[in-house]
């Protein structure tokens, strides 16, 4: 499910710059792009440690 990200996120205005080239060279926006790499640390934590269980959300 995708929703609005209520989390705001503060980054040094050089880093937002050079991510948004990172971005746009692999084709997403910066918003795929941090998506991308939350789920890559996500696969790689569980591979180290196991699933995550996240209890079910009612919506």
């Known amino acids: 499910m995708t929703q609005p990200n209520p989390y705001p996120l503060r980054v040094e ?4 710059e050079k991510f948004k080239v990172i971005a746009s060279e692999n084709g997403r926006s910066v918003n795929k792009e941090i998506e991308m790499l ?22």
């Open 38 to 59: 939350m789920k890559q640390a996500i696969a790689s934590y569980e591979q180290n440690n196991g699933q995550i269980e996240i209890p079910a959300l009612n919506d």
């Open 13 to 16: 205005k050089t880093i937002m």
